[in-house]
């Protein structure tokens, strides 16, 4: 008879709230500075986010800053959390994914809008190794973002299927129906990444990577508002003895082999 042992592996995202006077570690008239800069000029803005909770920015822009009119703000953050599996692995135990899900206080919101252009993509996945820099480009171009398993010859991938073990993607829109300043975007499409296959390794990733534009009003009101999330994954752990027990049981339906 086999014993599972189901746990729930957890991984919070605090809310990132991004205003003209958010601070990034890099932006275009500072340079890189431990002050950081405030998002609130032409260019772009990298690095860490300054008083965020580890959310980092691998390239933000802004456009139409100080004209009193509008402006064009195209927001990418990612924040990457660690599990420690040590112990597990140690021990030789391996964890079978069960299903991943997701908790939310609110919907993203942008504003306050100044036209009908919002929109915002966000990626969240588990891995067994973290995303390269090359990944994150692959998730973050405007056109057909790719995970990073599918990669092609113009973009090549880091890690194989089975590195990625859960995920999923959403597409968020604004409504015509929500006043501007209010903001909040709506979800218009998501869908599942990941492969579910077993784990057996030192440390989970979770990544949850965002891009978040649009055009706002150029105030001093105008904001970003990315939602907490705290994103979960079931698993069982399956003991040494039972890992050997279920390759036995795949191996007896292999075919004969003749000499």
């Not at 746990?7 to 002050?35: E, I």
């Not at 009101?221 to 036995?248: H, K, M, N, W, Y």
């Amino acid at each position: 008879m086999v014993k599972e042992t189901i746990q729930t592996l957890k991984c919070t995202f605090p809310p990132l709230y991004v205003t003209p006077s958010t601070l990034f570690h890099t932006g275009p008239a500072t340079g890189t500075t431990d002050a950081g800069e405030a998002f609130n000029a032409n260019g772009t803005f990298s690095g860490e986010i300054l008083g965020s909770s580890g959310w980092k920015s691998p390239a933000s822009t802004l456009s139409g800053a100080g004209s009193g009119t509008e402006i064009v703000s195209n927001l990418v953050v990612y924040n990457e959390q660690e599990v420690d599996l040590m112990g597990l692995f140690a021990q030789g135990i391996s964890l079978a994914p069960l299903g991943a899900s997701t908790q939310r206080t609110e919907p993203p919101a942008m504003g306050e809008r100044a036209k009908e252009d919002v929109y915002m993509r966000e990626f969240v996945l588990w891995t067994t190794m973290p995303l390269s820099s090359g990944d994150r480009a692959a998730l973050i171009q405007s056109f057909s973002p790719v995970p990073p398993y599918a990669g092609n010859a113009a973009q090549s991938g880091s890690m194989t299927s089975s590195q990625v073990i859960a995920g999923y993607s959403k597409t968020y829109a604004n409504s015509s129906t929500i006043d501007p300043l209010v903001g909040f975007v709506v979800e218009i499409g998501s869908g599942d990444l990941g492969f579910m296959d077993m784990v057996s390794a030192p440390k989970l990733y979770c990544t949850r990577l965002i891009v978040f534009a649009g055009t706002c009003k150029d105030r001093g009101s105008r904001f970003q508002d990315i939602p907490f999330s705290c994103e979960i994954l079931g698993v069982a752990q399956t003991e040494p003895d039972e890992l050997e027990q279920f390759t036995q049981m795949a191996r007896s339906l292999d075919p004969p082999v003749s000499d």
